[in-house]
Nanobody
């Protein structure tokens, strides 16, 4: 499976950005998909997860501001980010799970200025 993330950029605090992740390859085998992020000097953290059945979990820090969605027909996963804060600045990665293995996209930079 190959994952291609896009949509990052620079936005002012309070603004919005949308990220997309397109999967190719053995997409029929994909289970849960997730967004992670890694800020400079910090560990990579889970932002949101969506399962094939549509169950969703968010990190507490993004609840109520971020929305994850998934389009199986288009093999895509999206992350709509509203009310962005400077602390949301990070490289965002999409991830797909197949059985016990995780696959990763290349990451897209999100920078929120104060």
């Amino acid at each position: 499976v190959q994952l291609q993330a896009s949509g990052g950029g620079l936005v002012q605090a309070g603004g919005s950005l949308g990220l997309s992740c397109v999967a190719s390859g053995s997409v029929a085998s994909i289970g849960a998909m997730s967004w992670y992020r890694q800020a400079p000097g910090k560990q990579r953290e889970l932002v949101a997860t969506i399962t094939t059945g549509g169950s969703i979990n968010y990190a507490n820090s993004v609840k109520g501001r971020f929305t994850i969605s998934r389009d199986g027909a288009k093999n895509t996963m999206n992350l709509q980010m509203n009310s962005l804060r400077p602390e949301d600045t990070a490289v965002y990665y999409c991830s797909a799970r197949i059985l016990l293995k995780s696959y990763w996209g290349q990451g897209t930079q999100v920078t929120v200025s104060s």
